[in-house]
């Protein structure tokens, strides 16, 4: 099926999966070269595929909302949806904005509804029904979700809409009711590790099943994080080890996080400071990835359970002045201080 050429928009650059594959085949990130060609190739969410296979299978495939964070595979799912139902017409049918880019109510009122009022022409493909991909639809503007609402109920018979996004309550509710809605979770540690056994095998790496567990857990349910992880890894270093993933993420190891948790909890203030001042230096740390990582330690070690959400309470404060470009050396002594207290609190407690 062919669209009218009028529309240059649909060929442009912008959103995700736009890139020549002959590029992504020699050069191009492995998110892009192992980006799941069908339904069957995505990592996770089984119910959801099943669901939407089905759909699509049955020429029923309805309006979609697909939400929930990033590198869960909604993008995937929709481009694996289009390439089932068009085929080798898949350019000519799929109109793909990222809407961070195009956000704003003349993007609707023009682009997706020129492309939705064009007639259609089957040549093969499995639907004559056109399909418009608004990845990151959360960025767009209230005015621009309102046109969008009007446009959909207008070209229902001649078009599908896909909604991608981040936070769902950033869709109007007149959107939302006219989508069915999926949420894409954070992917299971085990279908990351099989994909990323699959991309090992395929371009024949040298990882270390620690440096793959180390790979799996920082990227917590983020496929594309992973992958990104997987490949800036192994072109820093020829063997992917657990010190190489630290060193390269610039994350703290989980021994450096043991050793900065004991000094808290064993040393004085001064000491304490000392110590994890000059672990910062030597390691190159961010304090804030520090606290990231110390309340899967507190977890591990017994104490009151009102001490220990003191704890976390604390911690997640320092985070948050943290984001806003406060002193880093100051928060650590919130940090410090927070763990003096704890300690007392529990001295006292053991009396």
């Known amino acids: ?49 099943e669901t939407i ?5 049955e020429n029923k495939l309805p309006h979609l909302l697909l939400y929930g964070p990033p590198g869960t595979g909604k993008t995937s799912t929709v481009l694996a949806v289009a390439r089932k139902l068009y085929g080798s017409q898949y350019q000519n049918m799929i109109l793909e904005l990222n809407a961070s880019d195009d956000r704003g109510i003349e993007v609707v009122r023009h682009q997706i509804q020129d492309f939705a009022s064009t007639q259609s022409f089957s040549f093969g493909a499995k ?35 896909a909604l991608i996004c981040n936070y769902v309550n950033k869709i109007i509710p007149a959107l939302q009711s006219r989508c069915t809605r999926f949420r894409f979770a954070p992917l299971d540690p085990a279908n990351v590790t099989e994909r990323l056994r699959h991309v090992i095998s395929e371009e024949r790496l040298d990882v270390t099943e620690d440096g793959l567990s180390a790979i799996v857990r920082l990227s917590c349910g983020d496929m594309r994080k992973a992958l990104n992880i997987l490949q800036s890894t192994q072109m820093a270093s020829p063997h992917v080890t ?47 990835d520090v606290i990231r990582e110390i309340p899967l330690f507190i977890f591990n070690i017994k104490m009151p359970a009102a001490i220990r959400v003191q704890l976390i309470n604390a911690l997640a404060d320092i985070e948050y002045r943290l984001a806003f470009g406060t002193n880093e050396k100051l928060q650590l002594g919130s940090l410090v201080s927070a763990f003096t207290h704890a300690r007392c609190a529990l001295v006292a407690a053991a009396k």
């Open 127 to 161: 639907s004559s029904v056109k399909l418009v991909l608004l990845d990151e639809a959360d960025a767009m503007t209230k005015d621009a979700q309102f046109s969008l609402r009007r446009v959909m109920e207008k070209y229902t018979k001649s078009t599908r809409f």
């Open 1 to 49: 099926m062919d669209v009218d050429e009028q529309f240059p928009s649909q060929k442009s650059n912008k959103g995700k999966g736009k890139i020549g594959s002959d590029v992504i085949q020699k050069t191009g990130p492995w998110v892009e070269k192992y980006r799941p060609q069908s339904l069957a190739d995505v990592a996770a969410h089984k119910d959801i595929i």
């Open 53 to 57: 296979d089905r759909l699509t299978s």
């Open 242 to 288: 657990e010190e190489a993933v630290y060193l390269c993420t610039g994350n703290p190891m989980p021994k450096d996080i043991e050793q900065i948790s004991f000094w808290l909890l064993n040393e004085s203030f001064t000491n304490a400071y000392r110590y994890i001042s000059e672990m910062k230096t030597s390691k190159g740390l961010a304090l804030v």
